[in-house]
């Protein structure tokens, strides 16, 4: 059964730095234990009577729903900020006073912003666990974690894997957060994006050495373990016309996938835009709609560490 949360260990869950290497293995130990419940073929209340506020600022769809999944399957229950329209979000409330609210309401609350440092700066606000689901072009912890738990159920292993992350590494979230975890585990990692939306030198200044930077996928393709597609982040871009100018930079088909090792498998934290064509899905390389289920294990493993009873 999964774990309670260890002594001294951070509530709150802002970036992969606030989990230790054993956290890592034990939510995703405990994660694999739960797909059971996860399906629902098992019922397994263990928290009956906790209450999670999902605090989103910016639109979701697999994040909101599988936290929201993850905690019904475990016997809890949810409340929602809703729509921004018909939240006090309209009127000028501010998030410190919104967070302050639903610190008193709720035993966790789950917060997706735009704004790049809003889960720290909630975390510092709220004494309840406070999980980042999506700080601007900051960090998505919980979306590593399944991608760590999908990694492991497809390659069976995470060490020593050479890895392509491609698309939007300059505003994607998801990948910042991933690449500092694959780092833990050795991986040999190729940045491909167009230059304008290379990774930023915040996150490949922590990473050691075994990063290299590419603006095509050709040349590295037969190469790679691990595809990790990303969506351009539209919304994040200051000014319309450089989206135009890389909007369909990549779209991986069937075609392009000629020259991979049969083992690759493609990674798409999802929603798709134009990236990966619908061939693709009947390929044995892709992993992306189980990628999204997984994410109902993974989050009930991350509820039970934090608000579960030792
Ligand atoms: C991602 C996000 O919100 O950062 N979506 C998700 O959580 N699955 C990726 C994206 O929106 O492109």
Redesign the pocket.
Known sequence: MPRPLAKGMSKDLITMDDLSDDDIVGLLDDAARLVPVAHGDVHLPLLEGKLLGNMFF?P????RMSFETAMKRLGGNVINLGALASSSVSKGETLYDTMRMVDGYCDLAVL?HPRQGAAQYAADACTIPIVN??DGAGH?PT?TLLDLFTIREELGKLEGLTVGLLG?LRY???VHSLAAALARYDATMHFIAPKSLAMPRRVTAELPDGWSAHTTLDEILPELDLLYV??I?KERFPDPEDYARVAGAYTISAETLRDAKPVLRILH???RVNEIATDVDDTGHAAYFRQ?FN?VPVRMALLEMLLGSD
Not at 60 to 63: E, L, P, Q
């Open positions: 910016e979701s769809t697999r994040t997706r689901a999506g998505h979306q939007d994607g979230r998801t990303t969506r982040q934290p999802l929603p999204a994410g």
